[in-house]
């Protein structure tokens, strides 16, 4: 992963973590209760500062790399300004082709993702021994997130740990039971999101 993405995603954890000290108790859900953000799609989706290969079939000369701007848009030889984030590759592709049409014959597009955005990974802060952005992907849960961590501190309030989600409503969190979860309870083990933070808090001696 990239140094740039991990600082853009530490950046981005610690205004989450800021906005989550005013969080209301009417937006704290249990493990069991958190809901789910309405973009979770099967297809993979296209975020600001992610790396996107645009390879145009038989036209080297226009395929190319680059990244997704922070007003989601990309500009390419021959598309200029286009939006990309919010947009699965496939449907990327197709508006790209739809362009590339006006001044090729039968054009075709292949987008692949070679770096992920902050709005792409996961946060996990606090007391871990390695506090980092992970890359998101489909099925990933919170034990995962906590054995890529490296584990908890030995400082580590794991029983006060929880999610923080971003959902239409607001921003949300949901209590997450690491140590209990570390002892075998699964409770605590749901799916993580992309966008989510863990937050793992210093114990109070």
Known sequence: MHNNNKTAGLIIAAAFLAGACGTSTKNMYAPTDCPVPDFVSQEYIIGPGDTLDVVVWRHEEITTTIPV?????ISTPLVDDMLASGKSPSDLAHDMEVVLAEYLRTPEVSIIVTGQGASNQIQVVGEVLTPQALSYREGVKVLDVVVAAGGLSEFAAGHKAH????????QIECRVNLRDLLS???TSNILVFAGDVLVVPESSF
């Open 163 to 170: 999610i923080v989600r971003q959902s239409p409503g607001g």
């Open 184 to 186: 075998g309870d699964m």
């Open 69 to 73: 701007r922070p007003d989601g848009r």
